[in-house]
């Protein structure tokens, strides 16, 4: 039975003669999203040019709807790519810039300016055709670069990080509209970022990765669930996370909380943190004493972080008022601090 | 992943490899390999080296270079920092200025210091610019200057200007921080222009044999005199080798100092220089620019019109529609003003098309292709004329390929020099494309080829059209190989200037100063109508 | 480390490809390789040319190129009576000194720029016979002309006139003039004399080939000597005869011992007798040649011109515009030169062959001791 949609088998790419991406595998439905979340210089933005056959991969494979396609030239793989500077081609105007994916398949000029025109519709740029590439503002040069990738009907577009420079507003509202006409259109996309709570908004799938191997995937909703590894804790911004004194004893290590010690099996060489998530803390009298250091809201929620034991900044949920400095005491159910590899 | 199938970009690689080779192969590496060839005999190399009057020619050759070079360093320096750190009226007229003498003849310079001479009777003081070594570098500062003002200005504001201000802070004075500071950031920049003059004032030839006269040669007058008036072309051929490892030498080191990447320009505000500049400065560097710059020229332009009888347009009639004293008919200036122009043009077009296919080839894709043409694409950049007319001269004269005598080889091998000038400033102009619209346009269907002309080309118009610009310059100006391979019946404006110089009388010496005038005024109008966004930076060499 | 593998790398792959394109067309037939063990007046085995009584018809209406030094001159109404006898046009081309004349042609032996060449001399004659300038032709006019100037029997150059070249100086300007060339070095004569580079210019060698006759083995010093004394070179007879000869900066000048009867002929007040004289006891004997050149488009009309151009018409035309000795016999002097012009008893002769031998040894070593 072929598989609709891309796989990625054992894919390896060097850049200047360093390893950046090793044995990268996933799947990916047709008319999904991807989101690939990790640090700076993890091999996201690689591997997306590995996908749209920029750049060579040093071995693997890569099929879509189960034809092999590594050895096609980047310029027929029909894959879209949306850059982070949006690579506008500054000598053309817009409506150039827009058609150029039409000219490149031979559609008669008509029809192409057509496509054009109703392209500009949809991203709410009716009317801009003849303006020149500089006279854009940031939004405008996003909306633009995203109908030049919708042109030419692609069935994968490939978004790298697109939206960084804009403003937290104009983001949210091209975030939006972007993944709307995706999905209306039922284009398979992978989304490379690093703002987690944005994955959560669209993606059906996430795939993390760091030092180029992927170290988690699945759901958002399966990896907040389950994050494994502190990386993918911090990539998704869960909190709160710290590394415990640790003690290897009869196989075993002990991790010692305020709280109790936590047992987990392993290697002498592993190492581990815990997480421990806000809602998780009850300010109870039978507590251990913690010091307030801060007070803060994070999507209307009042959240405070203490000082407690080793801890240096635990974050807790609350719901009363409670100042810095104060004094509280705050209990924890040892089962539910998760235990992280680091 | 090679992909052995012959897509159409392959094929465009192809063509574009094989014919630019060809032409490569049959008018610069056959002459040039002609000359190694023949130089190359032990006993050639000891017949050359025994005579007193070439190690003398070699001696000259080397010093004065350097001496020329490091003026023109030292000179630039004290121009840029008065431009890069201020800003005032008339700053891009003098910033133009002083590139001038870059893009004009040699000749016309020649010419130029001679007027000087004349008019200043500076002939029998010490301060005599004719036949002496003195004007020679004088003449070298003049043309070189200008190399180090343009690197400096372009890369100097880019250093990084709060080291500067923190070690004002830390007490330094004005001229350690400069030595201290600035100088070690600026070497780079320095290196890579001041092997570039050394580079053209040790294969200086037009200076050297008009304004330096009989009693100054130099390894490169050496060869034509060895070629052209002895007809010794093992002793020449020689004496081509020498400078063609000085070439390589130079071409190579300039290589290494280059600074490729300058994507961003940072513009910084005036109010971040560590010191202002004086006024005082400002004037005396304004002055000095007038006066080094621009007089030579007014000079040239006074002595073309000064008569015996009052000043008037008589020698510039004489040109052009008279052949005046009877007693030495030169053949025709109105030919050979005609022939300039037409062969200009023709070089300029072989210069721009085999230049483009070979930015088209430093840059491609393919690894292996652009190292390849890295290395032997852009040798023509620092070849002299000289050598190149030699070359061709003692190789293409048989058979087929007899091509020495026909009137086309003149434009070629004008051409030839300039191709490695539009290579150059193309395919930097190229490297300055942020990638990834490329990447875009490739992955939007546009093959290597397509990206090629609808991406690259159209944004690298202008650079281009600079560079041809140039390259009509260079080839309306050249002398060094016309020398060698020009027919009295054919004659271009510079070798008719020679003539006119090379005879006796007030006339023929007006007509030449004319003439220089009107090549003068003809370089100068092409070089600044098509050069709009001073895009020649002497990092584009 | 990378970088100088790669560059050491790239220039033998360079050398090796450029060698081997080039060697391969390495034939023994270079130009500069000059016979030297014959005669350079020996027939080199180039077949005469034969002017036929058709060909002189059919060149009518032809335009033909003769090419000339710079300080030729043509005679008025000449070359148009030229025209008017045979139709055929002649362009003058004016090139620089003799030198760069002959090496032109030799540089472009078999594709000559011009059809004919007037005023190559017997200082350079070997050097253009050695590489086969000239195409042998005898003119109607052969048995006319003088013998002791036929230096080149076959014919391939023909004698058109001959003078002698002698140092010149301006009369009124010196107390005590000089009396042999060995009086140049005196200081008196400082910074006075001016003469020209042997190496381009027909009269300089003239004078460096008498000086090397008269002192032999010391010639060097005597040029060191010169030197000491501030002489001055220029490239050719012109410059240093109308620029500094002329101006009175310089009051002794090499030229030709008919050179004071054209001063007495220009004297603007007109003058009783020459205002300049010779150094008559180290004259070198010059002779020009006129020749068609080997490889021309119009072989009839050029014969045409050589004929012309030693034809006792033309030769009489000789002396009064270009102040040297009509080669044909049968034309008469000017009265005004045998007036004036001032006998030379024992005129140096080298022949041809010796001069073309030592040549490039002489004017090396003499660039080296007066122009570096």
């Not at chain 1, 407690?308 to 409670?322: E, M, R, S």
Request: aromatic content about 10%; hydrophobic content about 45%; proline content about 4%.
């Amino acid at each position: 039975m072929t598989f609709n949609g891309l796989k990625i088998s054992e894919v390896s790419a060097e850049l200047g003669g360093e390893r950046v991406l090793q044995s990268i595998n996933f799947s990916l439905q047709e008319g999904n999203v991807l989101a690939l979340l990790g640090r700076s210089g993890c091999g996201k933005s690689t591997l997306l040019k590995v996908i749209a056959g920029i750049v060579s991969p040093t071995g693997g494979q890569i099929f879509w709807n189960s034809v092999d396609i590594s050895m096609t030239p980047a310029h027929k793989r029909g894959i879209g790519l949306m850059f982070q500077n949006n690579a506008l081609f500054p000598h053309m105007s817009v409506h150039e810039n827009i058609r150029f994916g039409l000219e490149m398949l031979s559609v008669p000029k008509a029809e192409a300016n057509d496509r054009v025109v109703d392209l500009l519709e949809l991203v709410d740029l009716k009317g801009f055709g003849s303006r020149t590439i500089d006279s854009l503002s940031g939004g405008e040069s996003q909306r633009v670069a995203l109908a030049r990738v919708l042109a030419p009907e692609p069935k994968l577009v490939l978004l790298d990080e697109p939206f960084n420079a804009l403003d937290r507003a104009l983001r949210r509202t091209l975030v939006d509209q972007v993944f709307e006409i995706l999905s209306a259109k039922k284009i398979t996309s992978i989304h490379v970022t690093h703002e987690g709570d944005e994955a959560s908004l669209f993606s059906d799938s996430i795939l993390i990765i760091e030092n180029g191997q992927i170290i988690n995937e699945g759901t958002f909703a399966e990896i907040i669930d389950l994050p494994v590894n502190v990386l993918s804790a911090d990539l998704l911004g869960l909190r709160t996370v710290w590394a415990p004194d640790a003690e290897f004893r009869n196989q075993k290590w002990s991790l010692l909380t305020p709280w109790g010690s936590i047992e987990c099996g392993g290697s002498q060489s592993d190492r581990y943190q815990l997480l421990l998530r806000p809602d998780h803390v009850q300010i109870s009298n039978d507590g251990l004493e913690a010091i307030v250091t801060k007070v803060f809201y994070a999507a209307g929620q009042k959240y405070i972080d203490c000082r407690v034991g080793n801890i240096k900044n635990l974050t807790v949920l609350v719901d009363t008022n409670i100042s810095i400095g104060e004094s509280i005491c705050l209990s924890v159910d040892l089962d539910s601090i998760e235990v992280l590899t680091a | 992943m090679n992909s052995r199938v012959f897509t159409r970009s392959n094929r465009a690689n192809l063509i574009a490899i094989l014919s630019v080779l060809t032409f490569y192969i049959i008018f610069f590496f056959y002459p040039i390999g002609k000359i190694l060839s023949v130089g190359f005999t032990l006993s050639s190399f000891e017949e050359a080296f025994t005579s007193v009057s070439l190690r003398k020619a070699l001696w000259f050759t080397i010093w004065q270079a350097t001496i020329s070079s490091a003026l023109s360093v030292v000179i630039g320096l004290c121009i840029s920092s008065v431009f890069v750190k201020s800003e005032f009226r008339f700053k891009r007229f003098l910033e133009g200025l002083t590139f001038i003498p870059f893009v004009m003849p040699t000749v016309v310079v020649a010419s130029a210091f001679i007027s000087v001479n004349e008019l200043l009777k500076l002939d029998g003081t010490p301060l005599n610019l004719q036949g002496s070594a003195l004007g020679i570098i004088v003449a070298h500062i003049f043309f070189n200057t200008s190399i180090v003002v343009r690197t400096l200005t372009s890369t100097w504001p880019m250093i990084d200007f709060e080291s500067e201000q923190a070690a004002q802070t830390l007490g330094a004075s004005k001229l350690r921080i400069f030595f201290q500071i600035t100088l070690p950031q600026l070497k780079s920049g320095l290196m890579s222009a001041a092997s570039l003059a050394f580079l053209f004032t040790f294969t200086s030839f037009g200076v050297i044999l008009i304004l330096g006269g009989l009693g100054k040669a130099t390894i490169e007058t050496e060869i034509w005199r060895y070629a052209t008036q002895r007809t010794e072309f093992e002793t020449a051929a020689v004496l081509g080798i020498v400078q063609l490892l000085v070439v390589v030498a130079m071409l190579t080191i300039n290589n290494k100092f280059l600074t490729t990447d300058n994507i961003n320009t940072n513009l910084r505000s005036k109010v971040q220089y560590a010191h202002s500049v004086s006024k005082f400065r400002k004037l005396v560097n304004s002055i000095f620019i007038l006066g080094f710059f621009g007089f030579p020229f007014l000079v040239l332009l006074e002595r073309s019109l000064s008569t015996p009888t009052g000043h008037s347009f008589a020698y510039y009639k004489q040109l052009l529609w008279e052949n005046s004293d009877e007693r030495f008919a030169i053949f025709g200036t109105r030919k050979a003003i005609l022939n300039s122009l037409i062969w200009g043009s023709l070089a300029m077009v072989i210069a721009t098309v085999v230049g483009l296919i070979a930015a088209y080839l430093l840059t491609n894709k393919s690894k292996s292709i652009s190292l390849f043409s890295g290395i032997f694409l852009l040798l023509p950049l620092g070849v002299s004329g000289v050598l190149l007319g030699f070359g061709i001269l003692i190789s293409l004269n048989t058979g087929y390929f007899d091509f020495r005598s026909e009137w086309w080889i003149i434009p070629v091998a004008q051409g030839l020099l300039g191709v490695g000038i539009v290579a150059r400033i193309s395919s930097n102009a190229i490297k300055k494309i942020d990638p990834n619209i490329r990447h875009a346009a490739s992955t939007l269907g546009a093959s290597s080829f397509l990206i090629w002309r609808r991406i690259d080309c159209p944004i690298i118009s202008k650079a281009v059209i600079a560079g041809s610009a140039f390259s009509f310059a260079l080839a309306l100006g050249e002398f060094g190989a016309t020398s060698f391979l020009v027919r009295p019946q054919r004659p271009t404006i510079p070798t008719t200037i020679f003539n006119l110089l090379g005879r006796p009388g007030s006339s023929t010496f007006g007509q030449a100063m004319a003439l220089s005038v009107i090549l003068a005024v003809i370089t100068w109008l092409v070089v600044s109508l098509l050069d709009r966004s001073g895009s020649l930076s002497t990092n584009d060499f | 480390m990378k970088f100088i593998q790669n560059l050491l790398k790239f220039t033998v792959l360079t050398a090796l490809i450029l060698f081997t394109l080039a060697s391969c067309s390495n034939n023994s037939s270079e130009v500069s390789e000059n016979q030297k063990s014959q005669s350079c007046l020996d027939d080199s085995g180039l077949s005469k040319f034969e002017l036929t009584d058709q060909s002189k018809n059919s060149v009518r209406g032809e335009s033909i190129d003769l090419v000339v030094y710079d300080a030729f001159l043509a005679p008025e109404g000449a070359f148009e009576r030229f025209t008017d006898e045979t139709g055929i046009t002649v362009n003058i081309l004016t090139t620089a000194d003799t030198g760069t004349m002959v090496s032109q042609a030799v540089l472009t032996s078999g594709d000559p720029v011009g059809d004919v060449m007037f005023g190559i001399d017997n200082t350079f004659l070997c050097r253009a016979l050695n590489n086969d300038v000239f195409l042998p032709y005898m003119p109607s006019t052969w048995n006319q002309l003088l013998d002791p100037l036929k230096l080149d029997r076959i014919g391939r150059v023909t004698p058109v006139n001959y003078g002698d070249i002698c140092i010149n100086y301006w009369k009124g300007h010196f107390e005590v003039p000089p009396t042999s060339i060995a009086d140049l070095t005196n200081s008196r004569f400082s910074s006075e004399i001016v003469t020209q580079n042997p190496e381009t210019s027909a009269p300089g060698m003239g004078f460096l080939l008498a000086s090397i006759a008269t002192f032999g083995d010391d010639w060097e010093d005597f040029w060191r000597e010169l030197r000491a004394n501030d002489i001055a070179i220029r490239s050719g007879w012109s410059e240093a005869y109308y620029e500094d000869f002329y101006s009175k900066e310089r009051n002794i000048v090499t030229s030709y011992a008919t050179s004071p009867v054209a001063e007495y002929i220009f004297a603007d007040p007109p003058v009783e007798s020459p205002p300049t004289a010779i150094i008559a006891d180290s004259c070198f004997r010059s002779v020009e040649f006129t020749g068609i050149l080997r490889g021309t488009d119009s072989p009839a009309a050029s014969a045409l011109l050589v004929d012309f151009l030693t034809s006792v018409y033309f030769q009489e035309l000789i002396p009064e515009t270009n102040f040297v000795l009509p080669a044909n016999e049968n034309a008469q002097l000017p009265e005004v030169f045998n007036l004036f012009l001032e006998k030379v008893p024992n005129a140096v002769l080298i022949s041809p062959d010796l001069i073309d031998t030592n040549r490039n040894i002489w004017t090396e070593r003499w660039t080296e001791l007066v122009l570096r």
